[in-house]
């Protein structure tokens, strides 16, 4: 089944870019390619990825692309349908006004996720600490770190010498490596026994680096809502509501300016990469079903305004992506997660005449135990379509900071 952007809900163009960068040369290795194939292959990979990001400042459908894979292996589970329950460290995250549910101490959180069968790496580690007293007005502050990249690049840039022998010793690696520090401030507004409503913000420092070819610098605001009864909670979370920026700059030495010019490549200039908004709206509804075990349901919509994507509701200007996830708890100890989202169309299996299409979807698993103070989540998904799946496993850890109380 051939679907439009499979993975471009997860990945930016970039990111992608490097990604077919080292599976072609795992590809090389494997199969012997010519010198000549090699200096190529690594010339029109590395401009094809300058390029991408190259021009005057201008909006991007896939920008920042990194800052949409998820935090924390509960949300991944339930198909990123968060912004309405969460509730812990990964907030900061998902949705700020969340972290005024971190009371009374701190919280640790931690993800580690590997892609493409560890050719690209994704972390995540965030803290959550409240302020002053939780018994009058709920103030919690976050701090969030993400890092997505994809390491050991071969560059065979300089692999042929002036004279013509190859040297394989010039041969060296670089990252392309996506940063963001979230810093997050979540507040009630105005609480009791019955309810709660919390509003939060984000401002992200955002850096990312082709290797020594290329850097930037970016940063953005996020604004959010979060209301909550004892069954039903609504969320409300307004991502790069600013507008988000990454200026980029670029860097190269006389000697890659030379091999760009002898292979007809253009020299990318400064530019700037721009973000635009989004809203993101969730509901959920727990309920308990015995004395034991507890059902929560939640749905995201998330709103995008830069034309028509290919999602479950594509328009001009607007488009939804829907995404709904279920959690199953027992005693509070031990949980189950389902998860479905990235609604898409594609071409039928089968068809030649490339018309027929079909809608489908990102379907999610995973389990979770907390005893005491730490809790250990796993998440399965799958990051394309059911036909051509490629899944990953991802861990995280949740640990609830208490101080030992002195006898």
């Known amino acids: 089944m051939i679907v439009e952007n499979d993975v471009n809900v997860l990945f930016s163009n970039e990111i992608k870019i490097n990604l077919k960068l080292k599976l072609f040369f795992l590809k090389k290795n494997r199969n012997q390619l010519s010198v000549l194939d090699s200096v190529h292959g690594v010339i029109l990979v590395i401009i094809s990825m300058l390029f991408a990001i190259t021009g005057s400042a201008q909006f991007r459908k896939y920008s920042n692309e990194f800052l949409n894979i998820g935090a924390g292996a509960r949300g ?38 590997e892609y493409f069968a560890g050719i690209g790496k994704y972390d995540y580690a965030s803290l959550a600490m409240p302020l002053g007293d939780p018994s009058s ?11 997505f990249a994809v390491d050991d690049i071969p560059n065979t840039l300089y692999l042929v ?21 979230l810093i997050s401030y979540g507040q009630v507004i105005f ?27 970016g940063f953005g605001l996020d604004a959010s809502l979060q209301y909550h009864t004892k069954s039903l909670s609504l969320g409300l979370v307004a ?7 990454n200026a980029w700059n670029f860097n190269f030495t006389d000697r890659e300016k030379q091999v760009l010019y002898l292979t007809n490549n253009q020299i990318p200039i400064k530019s700037t990469e721009m973000t635009a908004p989004r809203l993101i709206l969730g ?23 830069d034309g028509k994507r290919n999602v479950l509701i594509s328009a001009t200007p607007v488009s939804i992506d829907p995404r709904v996830g279920f959690e199953l708890g027992y005693k509070e100890i031990i949980f189950g997660r389902l998860g479905v989202y990235n609604f898409q169309q594609g071409l039928k299996d089968g068809d030649t005449s490339n018309i027929k299409k079909v809608w489908i979807y990102q379907p999610s698993a995973g389990v979770g135990f907390k005893i005491k103070k730490v809790e250990i989540d796993y998440a399965f998904t799958n990051l394309a379509n059911q036909s ?19 006898r």
Do not use: C
């Open 76 to 113: 991944l589970a339930m198909g990123g349908a968060q912004v309405a329950s969460v509730g812990d460290a990964t907030s900061g995250y998902w949705n700020p006004a969340g972290l005024t549910e971190v009371k009374n101490h701190p919280m640790l959180s931690m993800m580690h996720a």
């Open 137 to 147: 007005t709920a103030r919690t502050i976050g701090f969030s770190l993400m890092r």
């Open 161 to 181: 010498e002036p004279d013509g022998t190859v040297n394989y010793n010039n041969i060296r690696s670089f990252s392309s490596a996506d940063y963001a520090l």
């Open 191 to 217: 609480g009791d026994e019955e309810r709660t409503f919390s509003f939060g913000t984000n401002a992200k420092v955002i850096h990312r680096n082709v290797g020594s070819f290329a850097k930037a610098w």
């Open 239 to 245: 991502r790069d509501v600013t507008t988000t920026f």
């Open 283 to 305: 509901v959920s509804y727990s309920k308990a079903i015995s004395d034991n075990l507890k059902l929560l349901g939640e749905v995201n919509m998330d709103f995008t305004f």
């Open 388 to 406: 051509n799946p490629l899944y990953t496993h991802i861990f995280s850890l949740k640990l609830n900071l208490i101080k030992k109380e002195n």
